[in-house]
């Protein structure tokens, strides 16, 4: 099982990006999905999960950043828009087995990406 993911850079505040998770090895269909971030110093943060029941935002990510999936690609996408200088970090993607509710707890995840950076510059 592999979670890729990709789409990080340097951007300037107010700019956007759109992160992608590629999956190998599993189905994401099957699975919850959810980003989270960690920028140095700090703890892993959940940034939003898409299951069975619905699309879940931490307090971040609300009205600026959207999740979403294709389960013909087996991908999972994040948009983010209107980018802050506190959302520099690296941001990761990870699969939860269990399909449905909002668990934000990055230890009900079984599978993780490998991370991509995302520095918002001023």
């Known amino acids: 099982v592999q979670l890729q993911a990709s789409g990080g850079g340097l951007v300037q505040a107010g700019g956007s990006l759109r992160l992608s998770c590629a999956a190998s090895?599993?189905?994401?269909?099957?699975?919850?999905v959810a980003w989270f971030r960690q920028a140095p110093g700090k703890e892993r943060e959940f940034v939003t999960r898409?299951?069975?029941?619905?699309?879940y935002y931490g307090d971040s990510a609300k009205d600026r950043f959207t999740i979403s999936r294709d389960n013909a690609k087996n991908t999972v996408y994040l948009q983010m828009n209107s980018l802050k200088l506190e959302d520099t970090a690296v941001y990761y993607c990870?699969?939860?087995?269990?399909?449905?509710?909002?668990?934000?707890?990055?230890?009900?995840?079984?599978?993780w990406g490998q991370g991509t950076q995302v520095t918002v510059s001023s």
């Open positions: 990870a699969a939860d087995r269990s399909r449905y509710g909002s668990d934000r707890s990055p230890s009900s995840y079984e599978y």
């Open positions: 090895g599993l189905t994401f269909s099957n699975y919850a």
């Open positions: 898409i299951s069975w029941s619905g699309t």
